[in-house]
């Protein structure tokens, strides 16, 4: 039983992501997964970016944005070096890093999950 767990926690160590770097206070964070650097949020969720979004504006609304749910910020958000903020038509604002606004995929269940990384060849891994 001792080897079975020492086995299961090693597994965990590998297959986990790694935390580089803290953002945003911590709500976004630079997380190493499978050698490249992504960025995630405290929970270590994958966000992306969609290739149809001009710098610093969001075109993901509707079915979309329920697909692929915007890194919400609130009201009195702040831009902090390569964060900004995107007003959204709605009247709500969202995160964009270096201009690109920052994205969940709804089929990531757990924390490293990289299932959006190239659906429909245009959204693509949020990478540091």
Request: proline fraction near 3%; hydrophobic fraction near 45%.
């Amino acid at each position: 039983m001792r080897s079975l767990l020492a086995g299961a926690a090693a597994l965990a160590l590998i297959v986990a992501p790694t935390f580089a770097a803290d953002y945003l206070g911590g709500a976004v964070k630079s997380t190493d997964i499978s050698g490249k650097m992504v960025l995630t949020d405290a929970n270590g969720m994958t966000l992306y970016i969609f290739d149809k979004d001009a710098a610093g504006v969001s075109n993901c609304y509707g079915d979309c944005a329920v697909k692929w749910p915007p890194l919400m910020a609130d009201a009195a958000a702040k831009a902090d070096g390569d964060f900004t903020i995107v007003d959204r038509t709605d009247g709500t604002k969202m995160w964009a890093y270096k201009t690109k606004p920052l994205y969940y995929w709804y089929e990531d269940t757990a924390a490293g999950d990289v299932k959006g990384d190239g659906v429909g060849g245009v959204w693509h891994l949020a990478i540091e």
